[in-house]
């Protein structure tokens, strides 16, 4: 089959809910991507984050391999014995006492609005189905029907109402506004839920003073502030907790994506347990979470990113990366956000759409992803070389002249 059938083939069979790049990749291997032909890319999107340990990482490909052939899924009807060790680790090198595992980032997310508005109204004493959920424009948490209904991407909410109540939407970096929302409706708001660095609206940082100020409001408010840590966490902005940048500490956070280095999908909710003791038996589940596959797959991703120092390569390689972009000076670009090797370059006007250069770099064997019509995100696996990033600099510096 060529390029042609398998799109044809999407085409008639595959709900159109995406609109890929039209390649058609077939394996993988640390910071390359093979299609059918055998052409090479230099994967500069890493699904996402999710393979920030880069493709195929033979250490967590032993272990998926490993535990496969030994014990995939108990449920936690039964207890296995990959769980307490998991959640162990997990714990201490995140620095929270407790750890809640589901599957994908979305159910990470549902779980900590559900941690929040239960700490509401047990430890805070919220009126009952009174209590809030500030959340900000431009977020991206997910994709369930409670999640979407906070969004304001409209393509993302448009025909999916009714939307569950309680979370109002607050310009992401005004602190002016949060502290006023804060000042009328403070007894109702159980948290501030808020991604340290905003991926999917095209790598948005916030001011410096920002998580700071969100931060104290908390405080003075009695609120949890929550992280979600799935895309800017496990090393991605050059730190395992991208918000600790900004010299704070979230009382929770999600983290998933990179948590199993894109071999399965693995997601979790971390707090202490102030917070996760409002969940007993019976209150929250899932069938997959904490399976031991998923956790033995995501302990040899944890090891990964420890032991070959992910983090400090991210913020190493981003720097070099950034400022490769910045020296080519090219007018087509209006500005290079981004903290790690997670880069939003943004095209000015007159540049056209971001989605043709991504076409075109495709062409010269890269593949990154536009985002919000005029910003290319560049986010590669972070076990990248210098060189390659030189080359690939090379290639993206000819598509933009
Ligand atoms: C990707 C992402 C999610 C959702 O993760 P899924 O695994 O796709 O459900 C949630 N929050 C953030 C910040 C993300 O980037």
């Not at 109002?168 to 602190?175: D, H, I, N, Q, T």
């Not at 009328?184 to 100020?213: C, H, S, T, W, Y």
């Not at 979600?228 to 395992?240: P, T």
Request: proline share 5%.
């Amino acid at each position: 089959m060529e390029t042609q059938d398998y799109l044809a083939l999407e085409d008639r069979y595959a709900a159109h809910n995406y609109a890929p790049l039209d390649v058609i990749l077939h394996r993988a291997e640390g910071v390359y991507v093979y299609d059918i032909q055998g052409k090479r890319y230099l994967d500069c999107l890493a699904a996402y984050s999710a393979v920030n340990q880069g493709h195929q990482h033979p250490r967590i490909l032993q272990a998926l391999r490993e535990q496969a052939g030994t014990l995939a899924l108990t449920s936690r009807a039964f207890r296995n014995d990959r769980f307490g060790p998991f959640c162990k680790k997990l714990s201490e090198l995140l620095g929270y006492a407790k750890v809640l595992m589901m599957n994908t980032g979305a159910e990470a997310v549902e779980t900590a609005i559900k941690a929040a508005r239960k700490w509401g109204y047990e430890i805070k004493g919220i009126p009952e189905d009174q209590a809030l959920i500030l959340v900000f424009e431009g977020n991206f948490h997910g994709r369930t029907t409670t999640i979407v209904g906070f969004s304001t991407d409209e393509d993302a909410r448009r025909g999916f109402g009714p939307f569950t109540p309680g979370f109002p939407v607050l310009p992401y970096g005004s602190l002016a506004e949060v502290e006023a929302f804060f000042e009328k409706n403070g007894p109702r708001v159980a948290a501030v839920l808020i991604e340290p660095i905003q991926g999917e609206a095209g790598v948005i940082l916030p001011p410096k003073d920002f998580l700071p100020g969100l931060r104290r409001l908390c405080d003075q408010h009695q609120a949890l502030l929550i992280c979600d840590e799935i895309q800017s966490g496990l090393g991605r902005a050059g730190e395992l907790l991208a918000h600790r940048a900004f010299g704070i500490r979230a009382d929770a956070v999600t983290i998933g994506k990179a948590l199993s280095g894109g071999l399965y999908p693995v997601s979790a909710f971390l707090a202490d347990q102030e917070i996760m003791q409002v969940f007993t038996p019976g209150t929250h589940g899932s069938t997959y979470g904490g399976n031991p596959l998923a956790c033995a797959v995501a302990e040899a991703a944890l090891d990964v990113l420890v032991d070959e120092d992910l983090c400090a390569r991210s913020k190493t390689l981003g720097a070099h990366f950034h400022q490769g972009l910045l020296a080519q000076g090219s007018p087509k670009v209006k500005e290079v956000r981004g903290m790690g090797l997670w880069i939003g370059l943004q095209l000015s006007e007159d540049a056209g759409p971001a989605r043709p250069y991504c076409e075109a770099l495709r062409e010269r064997g890269i593949l990154a992803k536009d985002t919000h019509g005029h910003t290319i995100r560049f986010a590669p696996p972070l076990v990248i070389t210098k060189e390659q990033i030189d080359q690939a600099l090379v290639q993206i510096g000819e598509v933009l002249t």
